[in-house]
Every structure is written in structure tokens, then in C-alpha cells.
């Protein structure tokens, strides 16, 4: 099955690569390559006391999930698994990912390791990365000379 886009059959339009592209497409969404090609998006926010990280993981259940911290590296590794086609099933349009996955994160600020914990909500991974002392910012008194 081919897609044909609105703006290209709109004006009648044909661009020289459509026919590239049309195969190009096809071959992503024939291929079990692009199955695998699952990368969950993230946020990284930080304030004065931790470092928080937040993963999209809809469609991914908890058990299939592991956080780790070491050296200074966050990595957040699992797998979506894809839904069990049926016996009468026929795909007419395919786009979701899935597959194994893994995130790493490069984190500068000194945090207390044995402190990180991680939440698993509504599909999303929260991952809270708590500063250590001397990371926090901290008053300085200023005194008379």
C-alpha cells in the first residue's frame, strides 16, 4: 500500500525524490530494522537540591525497565514490547516503535548515589538525582575587615 500525501497530490506537484522517498518509506515500514528503533524522549531539569530526569514510557511496563547510576552516568536500558498479532490480524498502518532500548546521561553535578530513586507514573520514569553538599549552593557570610 502506497501513502500519498495531501500537499504532494494537492497541486499536482511530483518532486524528483517522491519516488525515492515513496521506497524509502516503504522499506522503513517493511523492515524488522525499524522495529527496534525504539528511544524514549527525555527532560532533564535541575535546582538547587537534585537533578531530575523524566522518560516517556507509555506502552512500557515497569518490570521491563532498569535504572542505573555508577561513575557519574545515569542509564535508564529496557524494552516496549509490541502488542501480539492475531491470527486474523491485517496491519494496514504501522508507526509506533518498539524494542530494546537504552538512555545514558552524563551527569556533572556530584549527587549522593545511594540517595537516587526512581518513580514509575502514568508512563512516564522519574528519575531524582539529589545533589550532594558540596554541590548545593550555599550562603556566604560576608564579614567585617
Known amino acids: 500500500m502506497k501513502l500519498i500525501t495531501t500537499p504532494r497530490s494537492a497541486f499536482g506537484y511530483v ?4 519516488s525515492l522517498l515513496d521506497r524509502e ?3 522503513y515500514f517493511q523492515s524488522p530494522e525499524a522495529v527496534a528503533a525504539y528511544s524514549p524522549e527525555l527532560d532533564v531539569r535541575e535546582d538547587a537540591d537534585a537533578v531530575t530526569v523524566q522518560l516517556d514510557l507509555p506502552g ?17 536500558a529496557g524494552e516496549r514490547k509490541a502488542e501480539e498479532a492475531r491470527k486474523d490480524d491485517t496491519w494496514n498502518y504501522r508507526e509506533r516503535s518498539y524494542g530494546r532500548f537504552e538512555r545514558r546521561l552524563s551527569v556533572k553535578t556530584p549527587v549522593n548515589a545511594d540517595q537516587v530513586r526512581a ?27
Open 15 to 18: 518532486s524528483p525524490l517522491a
Open 25 to 27: 518509506f516503504d522499506r
Open 60 to 76: 512500557v511496563a515497569r518490570e521491563n525497565v532498569q535504572v542505573t547510576f555508577h561513575d557519574g552516568v545515569l542509564t535508564v
Open 119 to 145: 518513580s514509575h507514573k502514568d508512563g512516564v520514569l522519574t528519575v531524582t538525582l539529589p545533589k550532594s553538599a558540596q554541590a548545593k549552593p550555599r550562603q556566604i557570610e560576608i564579614g567585617n575587615n
